[in-house]
């Protein structure tokens, strides 16, 4: 049985779930759908760090939040905060985010915490999918940082935590694509590295709707999670047809020599938790799932 098929069928009683970094990239994208879709027996609070802001539960991260956080009654904790690549960013930071969120839940009696990891701890492979027991060897700061994040788990599931470490593929919405075509300007096209089949990238990705019927689902999963999953829809998507399905312009331009045109992702594990719709790789759905998250 899927966690999806016991949530609809045998969820009589309310969860809370504590939603950590609303304000960052993904977490904008999934809070959107959590409040559009989220059933009534499913409750949502809001982590922010406005201590004058009305509602949801302020928590800096910089402090342990105390018995606060205990009186929230919350089942399982999201948690979608982290540092990514940038000038002067301190990736280290991811560890110390996430050693933050572990011990919070664990004096709160919070036995579940999702914890938004990355894809980029494989490295850039040899063209074959990532599965979820294949060895990492990061290509980059960023993905040995969120490596040392998931290595820093270790004592918290020793000490009784059921942690799931989330190796998220690319978030139509949060992905460099779609940001630049958020960017450029109506008649600017952007470009895509082109290779040798004459084809761009091939990439897994996920659509920010999607995302979030997964995280719902694995919040409120009956069984122990693995500690591990990869997070992407069932299928690739190339990133001529991401472009096309924006309307937007793009073109073609040769890739730069040591350009990996697939780095994907196996999600047979993260399919077995989930009931993924059939359209759910469907490059227009993940179109309209971000866009349904922009500005009207």
């Given at each position: 049985?899927t966690?999806?098929?016991?949530?609809?069928?045998?969820?009589?009683?309310?969860?809370?779930?504590l939603l950590v970094?609303?304000?960052g990239r993904?977490?904008r994208?999934v809070?959107?759908h959590?409040?559009?879709t989220?059933?009534?027996?499913?409750?949502i609070?809001?982590?922010h760090r406005?201590?004058?802001?009305q509602?949801g539960?302020?928590w800096?991260?910089?402090?342990?939040?105390g018995?606060?956080?205990?009186?929230?009654?919350?089942d399982?904790?999201?948690?979608l905060?982290?540092?990514?690549?940038?000038?002067?960013a301190?990736?280290?930071l991811?560890?110390?985010l996430?050693?933050a969120?572990?011990g919070?839940a664990?004096?709160a009696g919070?036995?579940?915490?999702l914890?938004a990891?990355s894809?980029?701890?494989?490295?850039?492979?040899d063209g074959m999918p990532?599965?979820?027991?294949d060895a990492?060897a990061p290509?980059?700061?960023?993905?040995?940082?969120?490596l040392?994040m998931?290595?820093?788990?270790?004592?918290?599931?020793?000490a009784?935590l059921?942690i799931?470490c989330l190796r998220i593929?690319n978030?139509?919405?949060a992905d460099?694509?779609?940001?630049?075509?958020?960017?450029?300007?109506?008649?600017q096209?952007?470009?895509?590295?082109s290779?040798?089949?004459?084809r761009?990238?091939?990439?897994s990705?996920i659509g920010?709707?999607?995302?979030?019927?997964v995280?719902?689902?694995?919040a409120?999963?009956?069984?122990?999670?693995?500690?591990?999953?990869?997070?992407?829809?069932?299928?690739?998507?190339f990133?001529?047809?991401?472009?096309?399905?924006?309307?937007?312009?793009y073109?073609f331009h040769p890739a730069?020599?040591?350009?990996?045109?697939?780095i994907?992702l196996d999600c047979?594990r993260?399919?077995?938790?989930h009931?993924?719709?059939?359209?759910?790789s469907?490059?227009?759905?993940m179109?309209a799932q971000?866009?349904?998250?922009?500005?009207?």
């Open positions: 049985m966690c999806t098929s016991f949530v609809a069928l045998h969820l009589a009683e309310t969860m809370r779930i970094g609303v304000t993904v977490g994208l809070l959107h959590w409040r559009a989220s059933p009534v027996s499913i409750e609070i809001e982590q406005d201590p004058d802001r509602g539960f302020y800096s991260l910089q402090e342990p939040p018995e606060r956080l205990a009186a929230q009654r919350v399982a904790i999201v948690c905060a982290g540092v990514t690549p940038g000038p002067g301190d990736l280290s991811n560890t110390v996430a050693q969120v572990l919070a664990y004096q919070i036995g579940r915490v914890l990891s894809s980029a701890v494989y490295g850039a492979g990532f599965s979820e027991t990492t290509a980059n700061a960023y993905g040995l940082a969120k040392a998931e290595q820093a788990c270790a004592p918290w599931r020793d009784g059921d799931c593929g978030v139509a919405g460099a694509l779609l940001l630049n075509v958020a960017r450029a300007a109506a008649v096209p952007i470009s895509i590295d290779f040798s089949d004459g761009g990238s091939v990439r990705y920010a709707g999607t995302l979030a019927e995280l719902r689902d694995l409120t999963c009956p069984d122990p999670l693995p500690q591990i999953l990869n997070i992407a829809a069932p299928g690739v998507v990133m001529e047809d991401l472009a096309r399905a924006t309307g937007h312009p073109a730069p020599a040591g350009a990996h045109q697939r994907t047979h993260l399919a077995a938790l009931n993924f719709a059939a359209d759910a469907d490059p227009a759905r179109v971000w866009k349904d998250t922009l500005p009207q």
